[in-house]
């Protein structure tokens, strides 16, 4: 495995590889590697000939700099990870390599960068689709590899490709969970043993949902209902939103058609906030 700090070489080196035919599968992290990053890393490695993992923390997608600053970083304990996960090369640019002199031009995905999470974190999925516009173009990857966890990330990256015509093909990976079903995030270790335990309601209250479904409720108001009634038992939750929409737009509907439906929940536990996610309806 070679790391790569400099963004001309990994341009380059992407360039000899694709002379070769070599299929390039390409996983975007902020590093602070967990199971849910690997998950992402294992399924590039399925499919791709080689395998690159990037480690770059995005300093246009933070809104406050404080959060940026405070960003858990561990190079060395990410990269003996990836060492184990046999990946190829990793890509550790710094932030004046990518965003260089002069820099002004950024990528707005509008519409669905404002909703739900881009409501609370303005600019933050400019500064995603700027950042993944620049290593699509430096790697020009076959696959890209994005959590579900990230289910709007995935949205707009997926209007991003289809849009500027990239030909990468994005691969959305299934969130892994703890045993408790919470989501994997590097923010869980942020959370006393007590929150930790009390955010597992976030994916009860997915489940719930789920099930109703099942039995046949299709109005995404009661759907939304059945979430916050399950998170509110849990006295140390609080909710930030609910949203039930389609997964593709985020556009909010009345009722359960069709395609597939995104339940996506944000909530505090404590100063930290946590997302989860789970689509209905998905089609086979
Ligand atoms: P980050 O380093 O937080 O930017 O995450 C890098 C990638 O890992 C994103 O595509 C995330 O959606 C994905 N990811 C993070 N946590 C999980 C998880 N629990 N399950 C699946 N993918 C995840």
């Not at 995905?109 to 430096?138: C, M, Q, Y």
């Amino acid at each position: 495995m070679e790391i790569i700090n400099r963004r001309q070489r990994m341009a380059s080196l992407a360039r000899k590889l694709r002379r070769e035919h070599k299929v390039i599968g390409f996983v975007p992290t902020m590093g602070a590697l967990h199971k849910g990053h690997l998950k992402l890393v294992q399924n590039a490695r399925q499919m791709s000939d080689i395998v690159i993992v990037s480690i770059f923390v995005n300093p246009t997608q933070f809104n406050e700099s404080d959060d940026f600053e405070t960003y858990p970083r561990d190079l060395t304990a990410d990269a003996a990870l990836l060492a184990e996960y046999n990946v190829d090369y990793v890509f550790t640019p710094d932030a004046k390599d990518i965003y260089g002199e002069n820099f002004s031009t950024y990528v707005t995905v509008d519409d669905l960068s404002e909703k739900l999470e881009g409501a609370s974190r303005p600019g933050h999925f400019r500064g995603v689709a700027t950042v993944v516009t620049i290593l699509f173009n430096t790697i020009r990857p076959d696959f890209g590899y994005f959590g579900q966890k990230d289910a709007q990330q995935v949205a707009i990256i997926k209007r991003l490709t289809q849009n500027l015509g990239f030909e990468t093909e994005i691969i959305v990976v299934p969130i892994v969970r703890e045993k408790s079903g919470l989501a994997m995030s590097s923010r869980n270790e942020l959370l006393t043993s007590e929150q930790r335990e009390a955010a597992s309601i976030i994916y009860k209250s997915l489940l719930e949902v789920e099930i109703a479904t099942e039995k046949g409720v299709r109005n995404t108001t009661k759907l939304a209902e059945i979430v916050r009634n399950e998170i509110e038992t849990e006295p140390l939750a609080n909710i930030d939103y609910i949203a039930v929409v389609d997964n593709k737009t985020l556009d909010p509907i009345e009722k359960i058609g069709e395609n597939p439906v995104l339940v996506a929940v944000a909530a505090r536990f404590g100063e930290i906030r946590l997302i989860d996610n789970i689509v209905l309806n998905k089609k086979q």
